[in-house]
């Protein structure tokens, strides 16, 4: 009410009215600009720390009796379908279509290095295992949820995680293809997979993608029933998903872990998810299982699986770690299944030299050869885990230094298991396992596999 009668104001009182609303909003508003400035600030700090973690947690390693490659070496490399069957670089905020000053992977270096087909696979959860444990507990400190934090993802739920690695790479996809650039291709069925062969034989320059998942946390549980499972599968396959891992270092409702607490073998739930990822055409990934785990599923699934990255604990020489590699038994589970096993190119899964690398191929061959395998370089594969917080001792440009360690060693592999090392055996299982495949078209298409180069 305004003056002595109500609705009846002077000119001085509504001017003053007036003012003080303007003056109100003004205030509000100066506060609201200091609180952006303020977050907006503190948000930039997060995302410069999550920076200096990644190259903290990302660099190369040097090994100064690396060869050199020759000539002969450079070229049988670059006529590669060259497959890597795992990299994490999709958790780290960087542009996976920029070349990067730090970390492991992007487009152009991966380009450098004739990647024809990349693995990419998203991490929801790691943790941070403290020195005077020998294993993982479900209370070990999750350091993805503080990365979250840094990066402005998301930071509660372990699905939005990885739904939102998954966007992040169709955006990627979606911009190389306008950029005018090396075209980022999403794999999605022997389709596309064969139509990425042609491509890269007729020397286009395209890098094909294959979506995975390390560790399925947030499917199944207590409260989940097996149709639930199943749907969080469906879900994962709808968005293009086409590797699965049911665990990653924690134990969790589908399976123990190899560093787990109690690393037990697939639950019930486990049981389904791979059922179900198997009948869709996602192949089963069983890196970082327990090796009660690893035996269940060698004895449930029909198809081909792989063990994305990983060493073998024969001859693990520091700093190698033997919980996080492969036992020979692990192994010949493998080899029954008609799998393959991608080795890693870092420390800890091989040993301090890049020699090693060729030898825990080598021994893998070794068993194969045993068991009356007429091809045993058929079920080995290049898995690097590039930008998985470990130290990798060859560089994704100079990728050619690792076919020279094959070609090199003492006892050398022949150029036609280096190619299938390099890449055929990955592209038969996809081949075999993806939506419209089959062992038969696995043959076809990959026995023949040479390819042009796009970079010389």
Not at 42 to 53: N, S, V
Not at 258 to 273: F, I, K, P, V
Request: with cysteine.
């Amino acid at each position: 009410m305004c003056g002595p009668v109500r609705g009846i104001c002077s000119r001085r009182e509504v001017k003053h009215s007036v003012t003080s609303k303007i003056l109100l909003f003004l205030v509000i508003c100066l506060l609201f600009i200091a609180a952006y400035y303020a977050y907006a600030n503190y948000a930039a700090g997060l995302y410069y720390l999550a920076g200096r973690y990644d190259r903290m947690m990302n660099p190369y390693g040097v090994d100064p009796e690396a060869p050199v490659p020759t000539d002969a070496d450079v070229d049988l490399h670059r006529s590669m379908f060259v497959v890597d069957l795992h990299a994490d670089t999709l958790k780290w905020e960087r542009d996976l279509l920029e070349r990067s000053a730090f970390g492991h992977a992007d487009v152009p270096r991966l380009r450098e290095g004739n990647v024809s087909l990349q693995g990419f696979t998203i991490v929801t959860k790691s943790p941070l295992r403290m020195p005077w444990r020998d294993s993982v507990s479900a209370r070990s400190p999750d350091t993805n949820t503080l990365l979250s934090l840094m990066q402005g993802r998301p930071m509660f739920s372990l699905r939005d995680r990885a739904f939102h690695q998954i966007e992040r790479f169709k955006e990627a996809v979606r911009r190389s293809r306008e950029g005018g650039g090396t075209e980022l291709r999403l794999i999605r069925d022997v389709e596309d997979l064969g139509q990425l062969v042609e491509d890269r034989r007729a020397g286009r320059d395209v890098i094909g993608g294959i979506l995975g998942i390390e560790g399925g946390h947030w499917i199944g549980g207590t409260a989940a029933d097996h149709e639930s499972v199943r749907a969080d599968i469906r879900e994962l396959f709808d968005a293009g998903v086409r590797m699965f891992a049911p665990t990653h270092r924690f134990d969790n409702a589908l399976s123990g872990s190899s560093e787990g607490y109690a690393r037990y073998g697939l639950t019930a739930h486990g049981r389904t998810a791979l059922e179900e990822a198997e009948r869709l055409g996602i192949t089963v990934d069983l890196a970082h299982i327990s090796n009660d785990g690893l035996r269940d599923a060698g004895e449930q699934l029909d198809n081909p699986f792989i063990v994305s990255h990983t060493g073998v604990r024969a001859n693990c020489e520091e700093p190698c770690r033997p919980d996080r590699n492969l036992s020979d038994e692990d192994i010949h589970v493998v080899l029954e299944n008609g799998g393959v096993i991608g080795v890693g190119y870092w420390p800890q899964a091989v040993g301090p030299s890049v020699w090693r690398i060729a030898d825990a191929m080598a021994h893998i061959m070794r068993l194969a050869e045993e068991r009356g395998v007429d091809d045993p370089g058929r079920h080995v594969a290049l898995g690097s885990d590039y930008d998985g917080s470990v130290t990798p001792l060859i560089e994704v440009s100079h990728l050619d230094v690792l076919t020279a360690t094959m070609r090199q060693r003492p006892d050398p592999f022949t150029d036609s298991q280096i190619r299938d090392i390099g890449g055929r055996n990955a592209c038969r299982i996809f081949a075999t396992n993806l939506p419209g495949g089959n062992a038969e078209t696995s043959e076809q298409l990959c026995t023949r596999l040479n390819v042009s180069s796009p970079h010389k």
